[in-house]
C-alpha cells in the first residue's frame, strides 16, 4: 500500500491503522460519516423523484459525543426544502449512531436486514433495533424501504394488500448494478446514479457535515448558493487547497 497515494489531497497524516479500513469515513479529515457513507443509498429516492435540490437549512436536533476531530457518535440532522413548482415543502430527519433510531409508525412491520446491503467493512451488518432504512410520510401513505436496490413498500400490510391492484407496474431492470456501470461507461444504457443525480446528492451531505463538524444550524440560499448565517461556514464551501502535487487533479 502507498500511504502517501491513498492521502491524495489530504494534508499530510503518518500513518495510523485508526485511519484505514472502514474507520476513515469516521474522521473530518478524510470522510463523511455516516451520512456520506449511508445517505446516498437510502435518501436517493425521495431527493431524486421529488426533485428536492439543495436544502434552504440544516439544524443538529442531537450530536452525541461532539468534537474537532471526527464524527459524532449519535447523529440527528434536520434537512428543510422549500416547495418546487407545485410540490409541497418537505422536511428530511436523518438518524444515525449509537441507539438513535426514529419513531416507527403502526404497522411498520419486521426490520430485516435487507438482502441488497452489502458487506461492510469486510464483514456483515450486525442486526440492530431498526436496520438501515428509511420512512417516507405523504399526505395519505407511509413507505417504507431499505438501504442500496431495495423496494419500498406501503405499510401497513393491509393497506399494501388492498391497493396492489391498483398500482403501477414497476417494470424491471435491464442490467444489475454491476452491469449498468459498464454498459454505461460503453454508452449503451444510462448510469442509474448519473452524475446529475449523484453531485446534487453529494452537495446536501456536504452542508450536513458542515452542520455536524460545526455544531450549528446552516442556513443557506439556493440561489447563491451561500450560507447566510455563518461567515465561517461560508468559507468552508471552498474547501481546502488540495495537497502540493495534487493540485492538477482538482482543476474544473
Known amino acids: 500500500m502507498n500511504w502517501d497515494t491513498w492521502l491524495m489531497a489530504t494534508h499530510h497524516h503518518d500513518y495510523h491503522e485508526r485511519y484505514h479500513h472502514g474507520n476513515w469515513c469516521c474522521w ?3 470522510g463523511m460519516g455516516a451520512l456520506g457513507d ?3 443509498h437510502i435518501l436517493d429516492t425521495v431527493h431524486e423523484f421529488l426533485d428536492l435540490g439543495l436544502p434552504y437549512e440544516v439544524t ?4 452525541e459525543g461532539h468534537n474537532d476531530y ?3 457518535m449519535s447523529s440527528t440532522l434536520l434537512f428543510r426544502f422549500p416547495r418546487r413548482g407545485d410540490m409541497p415543502a418537505v422536511d428530511i430527519t436523518w438518524y444515525d449512531g449509537v441507539d438513535n433510531v426514529p419513531p416507527v409508525p403502526a404497522g411498520y412491520g419486521t426490520s430485516d ?8 467493512a469486510g464483514g456483515k451488518l450486525q442486526p440492530t433495533r431498526l436496520n438501515p432504512g428509511k420512512i417516507i410520510y405523504s399526505k395519505d401513505l407511509i413507505f417504507k424501504g431499505g438501504s442500496h ?4 413498500s406501503i405499510i401497513p400490510e393491509e393497506l399494501a394488500k388492498e391497493m396492489e391492484p391498483r398500482l403501477p407496474e414497476v417494470p424491471e431492470s435491464t442490467s444489475n448494478h454491476y452491469a449498468n456501470f459498464l454498459l454505461a461507461c460503453r454508452g449503451d444504457e444510462k448510469a442509474h446514479s448519473p452524475f446529475e443525480i449523484a453531485g446534487p446528492l453529494s452537495q446536501v451531505f456536504c452542508l450536513g457535515v458542515m ?3 460545526l455544531n450549528t444550524p446552516i442556513l443557506f440560499d439556493r440561489n447563491t448558493k451561500e450560507v447566510t ?7 468552508m464551501l471552498t474547501g481546502i487547497p488540495p495537497r502540493k502535487g495534487w493540485e492538477e487533479y482538482y482543476k474544473i
Open 229 to 235: 448565517n455563518n461567515p465561517f461556514a461560508n468559507a
Open 38 to 40: 449511508w445517505g446516498a
Open 70 to 72: 471526527f464524527f459524532p
Open 211 to 213: 452542520a455536524q463538524r
Open 60 to 63: 443538529p436536533l442531537k450530536l
Open 149 to 152: 436496490g431495495s423496494t419500498l
Open 28 to 30: 473530518y479529515d478524510f
Open 113 to 120: 436486514i435487507d438482502p441488497n446491503i452489502p458487506t461492510v
